[in-house]
């Protein structure tokens, strides 16, 4: 496993011609991620409101640590964890404004601690809070940790549509969402962007233009991935977004495999032996590192706008019959 070494910092800036970027982000270390896994698992399972409770002090710690300002999107049950960093649009020209999301899912199956699902996202989540709350964009960060995902998207669903009620879907640049990140066991560095369900000519609403906008930045700060492109047959907290019609992509580990590369599956996922034992926090970090690489760029250089397909509340009966 290639890990990231304190030259990674040099490259992210370097990489990049003068002006693409106002700064690069901190590199996000991998004793940072050692350490969220390690506290993440330590709650026997996060699928229970019991368990959930537990860990979820310590999601809003780390976000306002990283210096965010943190809500709980409470809905039907759901309680989803916000960290902003609202960008220099918003209080000068704030119809100018865009936001993108960075999330993953903070439950867990029962029974299970949930390392690759999705406490490996979740921590990449936070380290790309630490890398870029300390920085200016003209545009707004949210890190968004969803709840119910296990149980069938149901926090970012109601999140999803929470924008919507709120008027800010047209406001969106994107959503990044990480899920199931951490397993690497033939160590080939090799993860997927997923832009689409089954017919990669046809992406969702545009979302090949974050893929290949996360994909030259990994490419210019020579970041040893590879990426396998191909389409998933199946859900995360991507989906709301896409039903909404707005841009998502999907970041996960090589599920399915693509370019005559075989998948590499974890088959621990949703099992009671997905522990820390099976995941690699040197990939973990060189993801969380990408993102942050990815998310610093689209911030200063969002995507064109889209409008949304749905108005609330109608919304959301929608996308429950295609889920």
């Excluded at 649009?89 to 601690?113: N, P």
């Excluded at 047209?170 to 690497?184: R, T």
């Excluded at 820390?276 to 969002?302: C, F, K, M, Q, W």
Aim: glycine fraction near 10%; aromatic fraction near 8%.
């Amino acid at each position: 496993m290639t890990r990231i070494t304190a030259v990674t910092a040099f490259l992210f800036a370097a990489a990049f011609p003068s002006g693409v970027f106002a700064a690069a982000p901190q590199e996000i270390s991998r004793d940072y991620i050692q350490g969220a896994m390690n506290t993440l698992v330590s709650v026997r399972e996060r699928f229970t409101d019991t368990g959930k409770g537990l860990v979820r002090p310590y999601l809003v710690k780390e976000l306002e640590r990283a210096g965010l300002s943190v809500s709980l999107h409470e809905d039907s049950g759901n309680i989803n964890i916000i960290g902003e960093k609202k960008g220099s649009l918003h209080a000068r020209r704030a119809q100018e404004e865009r936001i993108l999301v960075v999330g993953a899912h903070y439950d867990s199956v029962e029974g299970s601690s949930g390392a690759d699902d999705d406490a490996s996202g979740v921590a990449a989540a936070l380290g790309v809070a630490y890398a870029l709350g300390g920085m200016s964009h003209p545009h707004t960060l949210r890190i968004t940790l969803y709840d119910n995902e296990e149980k069938g998207l149901w926090g970012s669903k109601a999140y999803v549509g929470h924008l919507c009620a709120a008027g800010e879907l047209d406001k969106l640049a994107g959503a990044l969402i990480m899920d199931v990140i951490g397993y690497d066991k033939n160590a080939d560095n090799a993860f997927q962007i997923f832009n689409c369900m089954y017919d990669p000519a046809s992406p969702y609403n545009g979302s090949d233009l974050l893929s290949a906008r996360l994909l030259e930045t990994i490419a210019a700060a020579k970041l040893p991935l590879r990426h396998l492109p191909s389409c998933i047959d199946g859900g995360s907290d991507h989906i709301p977004y896409w039903y909404a019609g707005q841009r998502a992509v999907l970041i996960t580990q090589n599920l399915t495999g693509g370019d005559g590369v075989p998948e590499d599956y974890n088959n621990c996922i949703n099992q009671t032996c997905d522990n820390i034992e099976h995941v690699s926090t040197s990939y973990i970090t060189l993801i969380a590192n990408a993102v942050a690489l990815g998310a610093n760029d689209l911030l200063d250089r969002p995507p064109p706008k889209l409008e949304p397909v749905f108005e609330a509340p109608g919304f959301m009966g929608y996308i429950e019959r295609w889920l």
